[in-house]
């Protein structure tokens, strides 16, 4: 099938926010064809591509459920495969622990149908969660230790650990992007810098839990999306682990006032009782690895905002 194409790529969780603009970078170039796989679960169609463009497919496919993934995998010969597909957003996986879980399964299906089908790579968006709560800052992917606690980061952990063995014991070539949070128009609102976004657009309170001083950085997907792309072309980080974010850190409080001064909004910022489990208090990566694949800086928190507000119909 599509043997018109130099590569036939695979992106799980294709409808998501990163996994759609990864399959919409992978597009770009006519040699490949990508097939999209999504059960639009928390995807949605409205990140599928144009429908004028002819070197992609869609899937609705469970990437957790045997006969789907088997299905897609055994009527395409892949050449690499980018698993995207997870359950995502903090409240969603701290309320649906057991859905979260299922994802181990679903990831061993996947690699055994890769080794066995042929496939020359496997890129896995794994997360920052699995330092947990770091023990030292910035995290690296080779000092830091990983502090996974909650079922979301085990899940990445483990699939971290999957990868390895599948490299050891059969030969199947990996890489590990652990991203940290990324931002940027398609983004769903289950996730802080868009539902900011879409409140102060809207003149509504922002709320925050606790007081607002837990520090993250904020990665513009355009960044996340070139440099993975060039690992993957440039043969680059194979068998590997690279963080996926930017060194900008920056205060939930102060990012609440930065969206509210951009967007000139009304909104008031109101605060919640902290988070039981989930919030850490600081998170920031060394990008050594990452801004050596970009080969530029990165994009200036404001300047991403910025182009989010240019189209802001895009926030999904």
């Avoid at 099938?1 to 996994?19: D, P, S, W």
């Avoid at 979260?100 to 890129?123: A, H, M, S």
Wanted: charged share 25%; with cysteine; aromatic share 10%.
């Amino acid at each position: 099938m599509n043997l018109n194409y130099k590569r036939i790529i695979l992106v799980t969780g294709g409808a998501g926010f990163v996994g759609s603009c990864m399959a919409d970078k992978m597009m770009e170039n006519p040699e490949n064809f990508v097939v999209i796989m999504d059960n639009l679960l928390t995807g949605s169609k409205k990140r599928l591509p144009s429908k004028d463009l002819k070197n992609w497919q869609f899937v609705n496919a469970d990437a957790n459920n045997y006969t789907d993934i088997s299905a897609v995998m055994l009527n395409n010969s892949f050449d690499y495969v980018f698993h995207y597909a997870a359950v995502v957003g903090v409240q969603r996986t701290l309320d649906n622990p057991i859905m979260v879980l299922n994802d181990i399964q679903g990831f061993k299906y996947l690699l055994d149908l890769c080794k066995n089908t042929g496939v020359k790579r496997v890129f896995y968006s794994s997360s920052s969660e699995v330092y947990g709560e770091p023990f030292e800052h910035p995290q690296n992917e080779l000092t830091t230790p990983l502090n996974s606690r909650l079922p979301y980061a085990v899940v990445k952990n483990v699939g971290e650990s999957f990868l390895k063995s599948y490299e050891k014991e059969y030969g199947l070539d990996y890489t590990v992007f652990r991203f940290f949070n990324t931002y940027g128009p398609k983004q769903s609102t289950d996730f802080v810098m868009s539902k900011f976004i879409k409140n102060a657009l809207a003149n509504e309170d922002i709320t925050i839990y606790g007081d607002g001083s837990q520090t993250r950085t904020f990665c513009y997907v355009d960044d996340n999306i070139e440099a993975c792309a060039n690992a993957a072309y440039g043969d680059k980080h194979i068998n590997d682990v690279v963080n996926i974010g930017s060194d900008n850190e920056i205060q939930i409080i102060d990012l609440a006032k930065m969206i509210i001064t951009l967007t000139g909004s009304k909104s008031q910022i109101k605060y919640l009782p902290p988070l039981m489990e989930g919030d850490m208090s600081r998170r920031k990566p060394d990008v050594t690895k990452m801004r050596a694949l970009l080969g530029r800086d990165l994009t200036p928190m404001e300047d991403g905002i910025k182009k989010i507000l240019d189209n802001p119909s895009l926030i999904i």
